[in-house]
């Protein structure tokens, strides 16, 4: 399959970790309904331009209509993850042990950490940055769509979205920027705290309201 890379003029930054894990967690965000019947490439084009259409909204522009954008996006990111799925995979073997109501609550907090924490870099960011696509791969139920996140003030980052299919629709399961994994990077949290501390200690700072 053809991939249609960014113009060789687009110069690829020197990025460090913590910039790419911003920009890894901002293009997550950045993601609403997916729409299984047209593909994953056609797809995320589509949900692209949903966050767009809200973010140049003139209806929803200055600072009195802050928080309705940002619910708008909490709704979009919302419907568009599959937070069962991000959140087993990022909690790891101790999802096992956990009952259902416990895998309900765990994954509920980590959707709600998740749209709270990150709704704000897409309304921040996202209007300053255009994505360019380099092709798309299926096997099974499983998906991955290769863009670049393109802008003047950053460059040039290879952005990956891995999507799996939920209810005969794509949903997103992670995103690797530049070869982060948003998944990887929360479980190497979440496995941090419950080594130091417990499972219990992780709970109680997931259930604190996000700063």
């Known amino acids: 399959m053809r991939r249609d890379r960014p ?8 990025v460090g970790p913590t910039a790419i894990l911003a920009l890894a967690l901002l293009v997550c965000a950045s993601l609403p309904t997916p729409v299984w019947a047209a593909g994953p490439q056609e797809a995320i084009r589509q949900l692209v331009a949903a966050v767009s259409a809200v973010l140049e909204d003139p ?7 802050k928080v309705e954008r940002r ?34 609550e765990f994954t509920r907090l980590f959707g709600d950490r998740f749209e709270q924490s990150y709704s704000l870099l897409v309304l921040r960011f996202l209007g300053e940055r255009t994505t360019t696509y380099a092709g798309e791969s299926i096997l099974g139920e499983g998906a991955v769509v290769r863009t670049f996140l393109v802008s003047a003030k950053d460059g040039t980052l ?3 979205y891995r999507l799996t299919a939920l209810g ?11 070869g982060v994994s948003l998944a990887g990077n929360y479980r190497a949290q979440f496995s941090k705290i419950i080594r130091t501390s417990s ?8 259930r604190k309201p996000a700063e």
């Open 7 to 14: 113009s060789s003029h687009t110069a690829r930054p020197a």
């Open 59 to 65: 209806a929803l522009q200055g600072p009195a209509k």
């Open 71 to 104: 619910d708008r996006i909490g709704t979009i990111i919302h419907d568009a993850f599959d937070f069962e799925h991000m959140a087993r995979e990022s909690l790891g073997a101790p999802w096992a042990a956990l009952t259902a109501e416990q895998r309900a």
């Open 158 to 160: 290879p952005v990956e």
């Open 168 to 178: 005969g629709r794509w949903t997103v399961a992670d995103v690797v920027v530049d």
């Open 199 to 206: 499972y219990e200690t992780l709970l109680r700072r997931m």
